[in-house]
């Protein structure tokens, strides 16, 4: 399975990829060289990703956007279909909630129930 996680509005975009137990993340501001890149699709950090596990848009399985609380007005799933222009028209995507990523990401690695 191939998991593409994304940051695309805001401060700090980004994109992360799991493929089967291989994982490779950056910042699009590595890529770039825009501090922060504020409000900037992160394009370069995705084709980062994909070129890096040599995965192409038709293999990712499942696209997980995150979106913080107070942007809910923002359509993030359109934002993601308009830019890549249908690119992942196989894969699933989500939007989740920031803050709730964080809490499952310690959860889920934790030892507790």
Known sequence: MNVLGLKVY?????AA??????I???????LNRIKHSFNIFPELAIDYCL?????????ID?????????RESIDMKNIFVTRTQGAYSRAAIHVVN????????????????
């Open 10 to 14: 805001g401060h700090d975009t980004g």
């Open 17 to 22: 990829l799991i493929s089967n137990e291989r």
């Open 24 to 30: 490779i993340a950056i910042a699009e501001e590595r």
């Open 51 to 59: 070129s890096t596990l040599n995965i192409h848009p038709k293999d």
């Open 62 to 70: 499942i696209v997980v956007i995150d979106q913080v609380g107070a």
């Open 98 to 113: 920031h803050h709730d990523a964080h809490a499952a990401s310690a959860f889920f690695c934790s030892p507790f129930q």
